[in-house]
């Protein structure tokens, strides 16, 4: 009998066959009953204790949460791989004289001049974080490692303002931020080396962009970055006495002037409902080692303009053209010549320019043809530099994208250096890209 009162305080019933052969008397109908009345409370008075203890836990867990602060909600992170390779020869035995890009064709035979591992996703609500790390091999196969961009972007700030905070391409034209798997050429226009470098202009710093209210796109930047290092070549960095000739002023930073300063502002509109305008100025203001006092001025402007047909399909056909131009005025002091210290170079203005122009006609889904000219020169000063040589190149190429993860290219570039004679070459790239990658800059 202790069994059936397990079983129907539980409130599981028997079988109907069991019940027959089992008649209780009254008593222990009486009994049963009340185990029964008994069980059920003591379930209820269970069942109500757990939800007491449950709606104090997501109690604890709230006001936990509320004490943290706001949360990311649908965090991710990004993470994409792309590879370069190229491949060519050129009348010139060595290549690195006229491919002064770091990210252009080393040698004869194989380069693999950039590798990148990109990291991008959401921080929190306010920010963004963004990550690029490069990987190349020199003329001598050797493995260079650099951390190329890591800063963090606003999501939140108001008056359609943005901070970006960290190390980053400075927004100085159009191709200076862009990286090289972008790029519509297998190498840098001579422009942007004979301004800021092989590698382009970016530095440790920050920078403050505000979306002006106009019924068109239009954005002002200002940016605000140390001027020193292998990467602001224009101003305090180790390679200036390429530019100036002499040997470097140490200078330390002992006031807002001795950092880099670099506005640009820049506006889009349509003009039709299938062609677009971009159009951007931009500087860039800083000292430069040549003396105590010496600074330097960069200014430039670019535009670019596409057409695209309303009936298009994957973006093609298209049409567009881009240009740069760039003007530098390099006050260097006296020094002492570098190469023979008997020498002491005079005070002078070192000033040079350069532009390029490219168009590409997508002709149809996947298949891109290019040309680009373009030129670079400065005016003469007390001392001979390779890096200040006045210099042209014209190069037409064919890109074919078997699908958005890889880009086989072929470029052929006529290359004329005054007083050095010309130069033919031809090279070929190959891309890959695994993962995910950031959207690029139209």
């Known amino acids: 009998m202790r069994g059936c009162f397990v079983l129907c305080a539980l409130g599981i019933c028997l079988p109907a066959y069991a019940q027959a052969q089992v008649t209780p008397t009254k008593a222990k109908r009486?009994?049963?009953?009340?185990?029964?009345?008994?069980?059920?409370?003591d379930s209820i008075a269970l069942v109500k204790q757990l939800e007491k203890e449950l709606g104090q836990q997501a109690a604890d867990t709230s006001a936990a949460a509320a004490a943290q602060g706001p949360r990311a909600t649908g965090g991710y992170m990004n993470i994409g791989f792309v590879a370069l390779t190229d491949a060519g020869w050129s009348t010139e035995a060595d290549v690195g004289a006229i491919q002064v890009g770091d990210h252009d064709p080393h040698v004869n035979g194989f380069s693999i001049p950039n590798v990148e591992i990109t990291l991008d996703g959401a921080v929190d609500p306010y920010f963004k974080g963004f990550s690029n790390i490069v990987y190349k091999l020199d003329k001598d196969g050797e493995t260079g490692v650099e951390l190329e961009e890591a800063y963090v972007l606003t999501t939140s700030l108001p008056a359609n303002l943005q901070l970006k905070v960290g190390q980053f391409f400075v927004e100085f034209g159009r191709q200076n931020n862009q990286h090289p798997h972008a790029w519509s050429f297998v190498d840098q226009p001579l422009v942007m080396n004979r301004m800021f470098g092989p590698d382009g202009l970016r530095s440790q710093g920050l920078r403050l962009s505000w979306l002006l209210p106009t019924s068109f796109y239009a954005e002002a930047m200002l940016t605000v970055a140390n001027a020193t290092g292998g990467t602001a070549s224009s101003f305090r960095s180790p390679d200036s006495p390429e530019i100036h000739g002499g040997v470097i002023n140490d200078r330390l930073v002992d006031r807002p002037s001795d950092l880099l300063i670099a506005p640009r502002l820049n506006t889009s509109f349509d003009l039709t409902e299938t062609q677009t305008v971009v159009l951007g100025v931009s500087g860039a203001f800083g000292p430069n080692n040549s003396g105590p006092s010496a600074r330097t001025q960069v200014y430039g402007v670019d535009g670019y303009w596409k057409w695209k047909p309303a009936a298009a399909q994957a973006g093609f056909?298209?049409?567009?053209?881009?240009?740069?131009?760039?003007?530098?005025?390099?006050?260097?002091?006296q020094r002492v010549s570098l190469a023979d210290p008997a020498i002491t170079l005079p005070s002078e203005i070192l000033r040079d320019r350069g532009a390029y122009a490219q168009v590409l006609?997508?002709?149809?889904?996947?298949?891109?043809?290019?040309?680009?000219?373009?030129?670079?020169?400065?005016?003469?000063?007390?001392?001979?530099?390779?890096?200040?040589?006045?210099?042209?190149?014209?190069?037409?190429?064919?890109?074919?994208?078997p699908t958005e993860f890889s880009k086989i290219r072929m470029q052929y570039n006529y290359d004329d250096r005054k007083g050095i004679g010309t130069d033919h070459s031809l090279w070929f790239q190959f891309e890959f890209l695994l993962g995910a990658h950031a959207a690029h800059k139209f």
């Open 30 to 41: 009486d009994s049963i009953a009340r185990a029964d009345s008994i069980a059920r409370a």
């Open 317 to 333: 056909p298209f049409l567009s053209l881009q240009s740069e131009a760039m003007w530098r005025r390099y006050d260097a002091e």
């Open 361 to 401: 006609w997508g002709i149809k889904p996947r298949i891109v043809a290019g040309l680009r000219g373009e030129f670079a020169s400065g005016d003469a000063a007390a001392f001979v530099s390779e890096l200040r040589r006045d210099r042209t190149r014209i190069s037409p190429n064919f890109t074919w994208y």
